[in-house]
């Protein structure tokens, strides 16, 4: 599922991709890293294994993915050739240059520069848009442990198995329909607290619109702020979590979140005030464009895993 804006890099080597039984190796990829892309703060769904394999799901699949940094070869187990250049590939947004924006973010703006070689494997996911609503809805005010168990417990309790991977069982996150129906005492296992009402009343409002509505954000003619104010309609999504949705799920490379970590980041390397919103998103506008939501991802990383910043 390639990104509505992606274009392969003219640098970019082709990648290579190997059938290993029930598993592939991709090589090529290079700006990569596992740990950078699933702990930066824009997924919940991916759990990190004692060999540093993840393993998770999207699109309806389940798949445990390994990376080596010195062969600089991605293996994803548990899925096929076709899966890869249909989901996979895309979700992952190999086809975008990162060494080329990186570059570009570094010559524009020399004070990211530290930011951007901290989480220099960082690349923006394309999710799945009613998966992303879903979880960012959950994120307000909440940490990222609780946001996983809370995200994780929705899907157990109101969405269908997947599948069994390794013993653990998988749940894809419930439908709008299903949700639409559901009463707030039907999601108090869940422990999502006031959230509960968003969940339901979003979903409402998109199982009346119909889901094509919500995928139609993502088409390339949608402006990130005709994105960001579509979303705005549904309930308990405001500039934050809509930018958020944007960026993650949409293609929308130019929306900049702007979240508690992101003012004090901005604050510290730029001298913005923590509160002025405004000042941070008219400054990502015109310093980082047109990869504001790149930016933003590397600032995020480094504020919240660089000791000392």
């Given at each position: 599922?390639?990104r ?37 703060g ?19 699949r389940?798949?445990?993915?390994v ?11 548990g ?12 979700y992952l ?27 220099s ?38 969405g ?32 999502l ?12 409002l ?22 960001r ?64 939501g ?8 480094y ?7």
């Amino acid at each position: 599922m390639p990104r509505n804006d992606q274009v392969a890099g003219a640098s970019l080597p082709a990648l290579q991709v190997h059938t290993c039984g029930s598993d592939i190796e991709i090589t090529g990829i290079r700006d990569f890293d596992l740990d950078h892309i699933f702990d930066c703060g824009q997924c919940f769904r991916w759990n990190r294994g004692e060999d540093g394999s993840y393993t998770g799901t999207a699109y309806g699949r389940i798949v445990r993915m390994v990376w080596d940094p010195a062969k600089q070869m991605l293996r994803i187990c548990g899925t096929t050739p076709e899966d890869f250049h249909d989901i996979w590939r895309g979700y992952l947004d190999l086809d975008r240059d990162y060494g080329q924006i990186k570059s570009y973010l570094a010559e524009r703006d020399p004070v990211i520069r530290d930011a951007i070689g901290f989480g220099s494997g960082i690349r923006i996911l394309n999710q799945e848009k009613w998966e992303t609503v879903l979880s960012f809805l959950i994120s307000q005010n909440n940490n990222i442990p609780r946001i996983r168990k809370c995200i994780d417990s929705l899907a157990e309790t109101m969405g269908r198995k997947i599948g069994t991977y390794d013993g653990r069982d998988y749940y894809a996150l419930p439908s709008p329909e299903v949700l639409a129906e559901a009463a707030a005492e039907d999601l108090e296992p869940c422990r999502l607290g006031y959230r509960a009402k968003y969940l339901i009343q979003t979903a409402k409002l998109v199982e009346k619109e119909g889901m094509d509505v919500l995928e139609a954000l993502g088409q390339p003619e949608v402006t990130a702020e005709e994105a960001r104010q579509s979303l705005c309609r549904y309930s308990g999504i405001g500039p934050k979590v809509a930018n958020c949705i944007s960026l993650f799920s949409m293609g929308k490379i130019d929306s900049f979140p702007i979240d508690v970590w992101v003012r004090k980041v901005m604050n510290r390397l730029y001298g913005i005030e923590e509160n002025n919103v405004k000042a941070m998103t008219d400054f990502a506008s015109k310093q980082f464009c047109p990869y504001g939501g790149i930016a933003q991802q590397y600032l995020f990383y480094y504020i919240t895993h660089k000791n000392g910043l």
